[in-house]
Nanobody, 115 residues
Framework: QVQLVESGGGLVQPGGSLRLSCAASGSIFSITAMGWYRQAPGKERELVATITSRGWTNYQDSVEGRFTISRDNAKNTVYLQMNSLKPEDTAVYYC?????????WGQGTQVTVSS
């Protein structure tokens, strides 16, 4: 079992920045990839960005160049740096970890982009 705790969400104006953090605990040695997903009201949960244990990254087209996913292995933490935020980035953001037992999810953190 992997436990995930997100932090860093909030209200920001368009064009602003936020950094999300996700601290992992439990069976972290078996994690092969971690990522961020988001779910806006009335929409399905969608992939935002992922990073593998080797550091390979993948981004949704709409965030490419604006968001950066990174990991600090010493702290068992994954980050999502979000710049040039747009109103359409408003959603609940969820941290995800994948290992041999499947997917684990955090509780989610709200990001609201509004003037």
């Amino acid at each position: 079992q992997v436990q995930l705790v997100e932090s860093g969400g909030g209200l920001v104006q368009p064009g602003g920045s936020l950094r999300l953090s996700c601290a992992a605990s439990g069976s972290i040695f078996s994690i092969t990839a971690m990522g961020w997903y988001r779910q806006a009201p009335g929409k399905e949960r969608e992939l935002v960005a992922t990073i593998t244990s080797r550091g390979w990254t993948n981004y949704q087209d709409s965030v490419e160049g604006r968001f950066t996913i990174s990991r600090d292995n010493a702290k068992n933490t994954v980050y999502l740096q979000m710049n040039s935020l747009k109103p359409e980035d408003t959603a609940v953001y969820y941290c995800n970890a994948f290992n041999k037992d499947g997917n684990s999810w955090g509780q989610g953190t709200q990001v609201t982009v509004s003037s």
